[in-house]
């Protein structure tokens, strides 16, 4: 069981919920199957928090059960492994991946 300001819940309950995440960082506990999963290869430009921006990788997009769209991101900078991570538009800009 985990533990949630509302009461204890299962792990099963805490899937797919969305977490703060560093803007490099990933959520671990979401792990959506691979045939729910559109895989692409998006070039996107990611606010590090910090005023400084790197480029980086969507290779997958997701949604959850509510409705909220989550994106498999690497970041170049920082080399970290990708993660699902929620799609924020403040916070990653989606590049036209065919070109100007």
């Known amino acids: 069981m985990v533990e949630s300001p509302s009461g204890p819940e299962s792990a099963a309950e805490s ?14 506990s979401v792990d959506p199957a691979d045939e729910e999963v559109r895989w692409v290869c998006q070039p996107v430009e990611v606010d590090l928090g910090d005023g400084a921006w790197a480029l980086g990788r969507i290779s997958g997009w997701w949604q959850d059960p509510a ?23 403040e916070r990653v800009r989606l590049f036209p991946d065919s070109g100007l």
């Open 15 to 28: 899937v797919g919920r969305a977490e703060p995440v560093d803007p490099v960082g990933s959520v671990g």
């Open 67 to 89: 409705g909220r769209d989550w994106c498999r991101l690497r970041v170049v900078r920082g080399a970290g492994p990708a993660g699902w991570r929620p799609f924020d538009p």
